[in-house]
């Protein structure tokens, strides 16, 4: 599947579990919360909501706000880099 004009980065890594971040290239605690996921060998699929208008509201409608990042795991969601609350859902 080639998407060339996809704004999504699939990282895939050792763990099974996989996550959702939505993200702004700008972003401090995204870029945190995405280094969080390759030092732990978390999978992850980074949605760039800057970028991404459909994606954008799809994190609105979910949360009801527009901070970034977003993380989904599972049926998760944790809005803001929470690393404590991440490592008990990825159980690392």
């Known amino acids: 599947m080639d998407n060339t004009n996809d704004t999504t980065e699939n990282t895939n890594t050792l763990n099974e579990v996989t996550a959702i971040i939505y993200s702004t290239p700008v972003c401090h605690y995204c870029q945190a919360a995405k280094e969080f996921f390759k030092e732990n060998k978390v999978s992850y699929e980074d949605i760039n909501v800057a970028e991404n208008a459909e994606k ?19 049926n998760d969601v944790v809005i803001g880099f929470d690393e404590g ?3 008990e859902l ?3």
């Open 85 to 87: 609350k991440l490592k």
């Open 90 to 92: 990825l159980g690392v």
């Open 56 to 74: 954008r509201q799809e994190m609105i409608e979910m949360t009801g706000q527009m901070g970034v990042p977003v993380i989904r795991i599972g």
